[in-house]
T-cell receptor, first 112, second 121 residues
Framework: GENVEQHPSTLSVQEGDSAVIKCTYSDSASNYFPWYKQELGKGPQLIIDIRSNVGEKKDQRIAVTLNKTAKHFSLHITETQPEDSAVYFCAALEDSNYQLIWGAGTKLIIKP | GAGVSQSPSNKVTEKGKDVELRCDPISGHTALYWYRQRLGQGLEFLIYFQGNSAPDKSGLPSDRFSAERTGESVSTLTIQRTQQEDSAVYLC???????????????????FGPGTRLTVL
């Protein structure tokens, strides 16, 4: 089955700098990769996703890249702001049963 | 419109008691998921409903855990004879129906509720 690894577990960056979170997956048949943001006391919320037919997707300050050959995908946040502080989860859609397999999460801390 | 709601928001119980957690999905969302999130950890899949049937119960950690769903609406997660290791946030999510083998464009976003924080003393 699918296995997703996420790094780093904690990331601290200066406000205004960029943040990059990386995930690797094991099942080459996986074809959908979402990123969710979880703020304190709330449920996760989808912020961006990428499907296997594209290599990069951008939405304002956030972008996701996908390397199918290497089986890894990354979240990039530019010009970080205090409201970006949260836990970010990556996931991969398991092709056999259509379930999301989640990474362990990255706690992003934006230092003022 | 209204999002996914869960109740109670917090539940404190004594070891050995049964608890029932409720999830109200977004109207029209036929798919419903339950997850467990221990403190500082990721999401642990418990069970998935499509309508009122549960094609995937593989994540339920023991026979003390069960879930049911009425039609395409409310779902309840029941934990019997609670143990201290059951302490966690239990998250519910719903989505529009996904078409199996429909390719990458047929999977729909999961919308999460705020969770129920369960503490077993």
């Amino acid at each position: 089955g699918e296995n997703v690894e996420q790094h780093p577990s904690t990331l601290s960056v200066q406000e205004g700098d960029s943040a990059v979170i990386k995930c690797t997956y094991s099942d080459s048949a996986s074809n959908y990769f979402p990123w969710y943001k979880q703020e304190l006391g709330k449920g996760p919320q989808l912020i961006i996703d990428i499907r296997s037919n594209v290599g990069e997707k951008k939405d304002q300050r956030i972008a996701v890249t996908l390397n199918k050959t290497a089986k890894h995908f990354s979240l990039h946040i530019t010009e970080t702001q205090p409201e970006d502080s949260a836990v970010y989860f990556c996931a991969a859609l398991e092709d056999s049963n259509y379930q999301l397999i989640w990474g362990a999460g990255t706690k992003l801390i934006i230092k003022p | 419109g209204a999002g996914v709601s869960q109740s109670p928001s917090n539940k404190v119980t004594e070891k050995g008691k049964d608890v029932e957690l409720r999830c109200d999905p977004i109207s029209g969302h036929t798919a419903l998921y339950w997850y467990r999130q221990r403190l500082g950890q990721g999401l642990e899949f418990l069970i998935y409903f499509q309508g009122n049937s549960a094609p995937d119960k593989s994540g339920l950690p023991s026979d003390r855990f069960s879930a049911e769903r009425t039609g395409e609406s409310v779902s309840t997660l029941t934990i019997q004879r609670t143990q201290q290791e059951d302490s966690a946030v239990y998250l519910c999510a719903s989505s529009r129906p996904n078409r199996l083998a429909g390719g990458p464009n047929s999977y729909n976003e999961q919308f999460f509720g705020p969770g129920t924080r369960l503490t077993v003393l």
